[in-house]
């Protein structure tokens, strides 16, 4: 027999909306005057009372600490703010519109010009092995 430890629990506080670690951190990216402090203050709140999260670290005053499978993991969060912020660099854009992989340009945001490529011009000639 193989002991399987289930991480549901603990999956769930990343997962879950509106109060879990991600949602919470995007909620947090929208505001552009959210810190790093307002942010662990959220999850604090929110998971305070959870026994797989601690907002006391070791290591400093802008972590948290995720108690799973693996052990007490410490994540530093000084920076998750700025990150979930980042977009998308411009030259990959006209890259990932063009994927041949459907599901691909449908990821990406019509509003802001991405999305899906247009449509060929009519000064558009095949390649040789396009076929015609």
Known sequence: ????????????????????????????SYFPKATVQSFLALLD???KSNPYFS???KRSKTSFV????????EYEASEFLVKNRDTLAPDLIPLLADSKLGHIPELLPESEGCGPPPPPSSRHRPRPSEGR
């Open 1 to 28: 027999d193989v002991a399987f430890v289930d991480n549901q629990p603990c999956l769930d506080m990343f997962t879950t909306r509106p109060s879990g670690l991600l949602a919470v951190l995007d909620e947090q």
């Open 45 to 47: 709140q929110n998971h």
């Open 55 to 57: 907002s006391k670290s």
């Open 66 to 73: 995720v108690n799973h499978y693996a052990g007490r993991i």
